[in-house]
């Protein structure tokens, strides 16, 4: 593959592609349906799938909810919060929203320039009288600095609400990542690593949370004739549980498949000048759930905007993730908020989104690595 030529794909690629398990597991695990008339509220494919996925994430306590935003929010909205938390620009604009929706101010912190998780060096000085909690992103599945991130919480009591949305499966030094801060919150969005169709975990070492989290994501209803408390309705059904079940089954296999083509795209892409990836961290498990890439503009000779929009030419459709930053949200804007963030804004301008899936062809991956050498070279 040494021509001067790009390689149009022969089909759109796309960033990512839902996994499908093989269709007669499905059947297999929805079968009890029919038998039940058993659709959603706590039915039994929710129970075996709650008590197989929290095995799985090796933590004490687990609620599952239709999806991972409402689970952010009901973790936000139950833990007696109130004032500012600080929290990272540099995300999907879920985690702002819930923060918002929940009555509480976003308090933007910078990020580091190497995980581009939020850079925990800067937190303490954003903490005022108002602070109630820090609502870190552990972004692309790599981890925060947990440990700086739980001794700056418990030296000023703050509550520590992570969203561990791109995190399933992740370790730090043996330890799986749902266990920091005071609750954890993994996505089951269709596009994520891991899915149930759409889903949401909040996981917690705390046992009242945990029944306050099921209460509230059902109405607050406690039994046939009690309303303890207010709430909404956030459950998981049945069909989403099922998917869960029989996807936990392919889950260490999809991510051995995600390493293997992550490492054939760092070998191919690490001689191209001006570009540069997330590595792996040393004693960290990871899920290689994305694979964004860093366009530095002087040394690529070309922009991000540039590169996306060429690669779109080719038939391969890179994603900016995560731009804008979440601090573009109107109501943020309003708020007239400290936006002092210069690595968060070079971040989002350099970055970008490149496909990866397990069904992904490496000949593809080649070609699209081909293609950003030659972008570059401005042919
Ligand atoms: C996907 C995602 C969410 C929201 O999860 P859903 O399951 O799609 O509701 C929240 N935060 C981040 C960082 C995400 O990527």
Redo the contacts with the bound molecule.
Sequence with gaps: MNSRELHILPESILVTKSFLPPLEEYIGEIERIWSSHWLTNNGVIHSDFEKKLKEYLGVSNISLFT??????ETALKNLELKGEVITTPF??A??TH?ILNSGLTPVFCDIEEVTFNMDASKIEALITENTSAIVP?H?FGNPCDVDKIGSIASKYNLKVIY?A??AFGVETNGTPIGNFGDVS?F???A??VFHSI???ILSTSNHNYKKQFDLFKNFGISGPESLETRGINAKMNEFQAAMGLVNLRYIEQEIEQRKELTQIYRELLKNIKGIRYLDDVSQVKHNYSYFPIIVDKEQYGKDRDFLHDELRKCNVFTRKYFYPLTTEIQAVQNLGLNDDLPVAKKIASSVLTLPIYTSLETDYIRKICHNISLIGEGC
Excluded: P, Q, R, Y
């Design positions: 999806n991972g935003h409402l689970a952010l995300t999907f879920s985690t819930a992103v972004v969203d949305a791109h919150m996505s089951m969005h596009t994520k759409e889903g949401g």
